[in-house]
């Protein structure tokens, strides 16, 4: 176990201080009339003792004077009554706000924090953090003030015990240095016992969450009694940890509680001694009694000190929200009209001390559709995520119409950036909603089965029991419908650069094709950036940026980097030369099974694969998404042996042409970089290697 740093528990000590000084001045106004009426009750407390003596004397005497004074202890007592109400009241009122404000505080930097900071701290420790923690350290600014307050009666308690008799107030002093010794030791080892305890409570959350989004995998690997093991496996240390503050809080109680009634018992003694010497009255005798208690319960502080303990503890773990990096943004707008043309200049991002894009330098020029490809961890996602600007680069520079994202505001930014990932999260009430959802102005019913028809969806959504109206609980979706809806609400809102990061990837080949036929043509005009695992997004692409380890290896149209062995492989397509005699014959045999294969089983998404890799294989202009409809003879891989996935013939067969990778369909100008999505503009085509920092133009 890795020994604490002083250095960073202190700073964290001091951060939830602030947090808390700042929750308390957020509520101000309720917090002061919460301490006003406490401070009146412990001052109407105060005087019901000398009240109360006062009158029983008149009483004894048969003064008359003794029915008003007797109306007055009735007051008194009422005023103490009512004033404390009046007290829970506010107090909990301030409570609500002050974890109100910690929760929207803590909630709202993390949603502005980038994704990658976010992730330091598990789904299960911040939901702890903002809902348990949070309303623990809510609790602490009402306890400081109920704290200081409950004192001021102990004090004014022995003063006024000082001022009835001097010597029961000896009597009492004599035991309040162990009474403090007793408290200070409480808050010293509570703190930290509280503190362990807070912090094994997170890390079971943590693992309680893990296990909750895994549960379909936990199920199907038979593994729930290790799993339930593995959530529960720090109980033991929890039930010690619970059972240590209790222990301490429970022994300082008990010790506290046999020492009051003592010194209670020493008072009374010390004062009957005196009544009998005649120096003391029944009245006077009754006062200095109940102020001895008044007294005492400097022990009852106690509570309200474990109270304030264990909010401190919880507003350090509540407060480590408050200080991730929020995602700067500015106050500029882009240039109306703007095209969308995207620049990344010299742009390093680091993870955990490895750069994982390194010194990229790339211009996508405005309207342009650019894939980016290469193999698993070589920074495709995070590349995505720059050019979004969901998150920032360690060095260098990301514009966007020549603005750098970083100066945009960021309503700006999210109107003109759109994003549609893997595995989109959907958030509404229904359906309509959770396409419709974002910045800015609601999109119209219309706008939104636009965008639904646009990404495949309209069909399936139609079908659900109350179609766009459908609540989200109650539509059965499956990864691809998930996906669609997605990509729907990226539509929706589709800006002048739209990035999506592997947002086809569970969808049929035929869908994924009427997906990107749709965005080309009923989606706003823009410029679309890409992250592609599958070649037929690379080919139709008009642009393909190839990473590897964190570099731009080379850029250029699909058809001339397929000329290079290595590219090939990033698709897994082998590293042979086009053409090769080696392999054409396994090849087209390949080809050959997959058309005349029956369909696939699996439900109609699988038929629609399975025909579009027929067609993928067997007719290459079709698969681009030409209105070609007659069938071509199987061609041959340039790879040594049959191409995986549902897009394997699409670009592996080789142009009877050229020799290389097909050109399709009407984006042939493109592929072929001589149209506008060459990188750099002009007319220039071929793929180019981008060795270190080589700017790609």
């Not at 909010?311 to 929020?326: H, Q, V």
């Not at 090769?580 to 109609?604: C, R």
Request: charge should be positive; aromatic fraction near 4%; proline fraction near 6%.
């Amino acid at each position: 176990m890795t020994a604490p740093d002083p250095t960073r528990e202190a700073e964290a000590a001091r951060g939830a201080d602030r947090a808390l000084r700042a929750a308390a001045r957020h509520s101000g106004g309720r917090l002061a009339a919460a301490a006003v009426c406490s401070v009146a009750a412990a001052g109407a407390a105060l005087a019901e003792p000398a009240v109360l003596g006062h009158t029983l004397d008149l009483l004894l005497r048969q003064d008359p004077g003794g029915a008003r004074w007797t109306a007055w202890c009735a007051a008194v007592i009422a005023a103490e009554v009512l004033l404390d109400a009046v007290t829970a009241r506010l107090t909990g009122g301030v409570d609500a706000r002050s974890t109100a404000w910690l929760r929207c505080l803590g909630l709202g930097r993390l949603l502005r924090a980038a994704p990658h900071h976010a992730a330091r701290h598990s789904p299960g420790e911040l939901s702890a953090r903002l809902t348990a923690q949070a309303t623990t350290a809510g609790a602490v600014p009402a306890a400081v003030v109920s704290a200081a307050v409950a004192l001021l009666a102990p004090l004014g308690g022995l003063v006024a015990l000082v001022l009835v008799d001097a010597w029961t107030a000896l009597a009492f002093l004599a035991g309040l240095p162990l009474l403090v010794l007793l408290l200070r030791a409480f808050a010293r080892d509570s703190g930290a016992s509280v503190g362990r305890y807070q912090e094994v409570q997170l890390a079971m959350a943590g693992r309680l969450m893990e296990a909750l989004a895994g549960a379909r995998t936990i199920a199907a690997a038979g593994t729930a009694e290790r799993e339930q093991a593995r959530v529960l496996g720090r109980l033991p240390e929890l039930g010690a940890e619970g059972r240590e503050t209790w222990r301490i809080y429970g022994t300082t109680m008990a010790r506290t509680g046999a020492l009051m009634p003592l010194l209670l018992y020493v008072v009374l003694g010390v004062g009957g001694v005196r009544l009998a010497e005649g120096a003391l009255g029944v009245g006077g005798l009754l006062a200095a009694v109940r102020y001895a208690g008044l007294a005492a319960g400097v022990g009852a502080v106690t509570g309200r000190l474990a109270a304030v303990v264990r909010g401190r503890a919880a507003a350090r773990r509540t407060a480590a929200l408050f200080e991730l990096p929020e995602l700067p943004q500015g106050v500029r707008r882009l240039p109306q009209g703007g095209p969308g043309a995207l620049e990344l200049r010299g742009v390093r991002v680091v993870r955990g001390g490895t750069a994982v894009l390194r010194d990229i330098d790339l211009r996508i020029p405005g309207g342009t559709t650019a894939a980016v490809v290469g193999r698993s961890g070589s920074g495709k996602t995070t590349l995505a995520a720059v050019a979004g600007r969901l998150t920032a680069c360690d060095a260098g520079r990301v514009l966007l119409d020549g603005v750098p994202l970083d100066e945009l505001s960021a309503g700006e930014l999210r109107r003109e950036v759109g994003h549609a990932f893997e595995r989109p999260a959907l958030f509404g009430e229904d359906v309509a909603a959770a396409i419709a959802f974002g910045s800015g102005p609601a999109p119209t019913p219309q706008s939104v089965r636009a965008a639904a028809r646009a990404a495949g969806a309209d069909a399936f959504v139609r079908r659900l029991p109350d179609g766009y109206g459908t609540a989200l609980p109650d539509a059965p979706l499956s990864g691809g419908e998930l996906q669609r809806l997605g990509l729907a609400r990226a539509f929706c809102r589709a800006g002048r650069l739209l990035v999506l990061d592997d947002a086809t990837s569970s969808l049929d080949t035929l869908t994924a094709r009427e997906v990107e036929r749709a965005l080309a043509h009923d989606v706003r005009p823009g410029t679309r950036l890409v992250v592609a695992h599958r070649i037929s997004s690379a080919a139709r692409a008009d642009l393909v940026v190839w990473l590897d380890a964190g570099r731009v290896r080379a850029t250029g149209p699909h058809a001339e980097l397929w000329r290079d062995p290595a590219y090939r492989a990033v698709f897994g397509a082998g590293t042979q030369p086009v053409g090769s005699p080696d392999t054409e014959p396994a090849a087209a045999a390949s080809g050959l099974a997959k058309v005349l294969a029956p369909p696939a089983a699996g439900g109609p998404d699988a038929e629609r694969n399975a025909g579009s890799d027929a067609e993928a294989v067997g007719d290459p202009a079709r698969a681009a998404g030409t209105d070609t409809e007659s069938a071509a003879a199987p061609r041959r891989t340039p790879a040594g042996g049959p191409e995986e996935g549902p897009d394997a013939g699409l670009v592996a067969a080789p142009s009877p042409r050229t020799g290389a990778a097909p050109v399709e369909g009407p984006e042939a100008g493109a592929s072929a970089g001589t149209g506008p999505a060459a990188a750099g503009g002009g007319g220039r085509s071929g793929g180019r290697r981008a060795p270190g920092r080589e700017t790609v133009r």
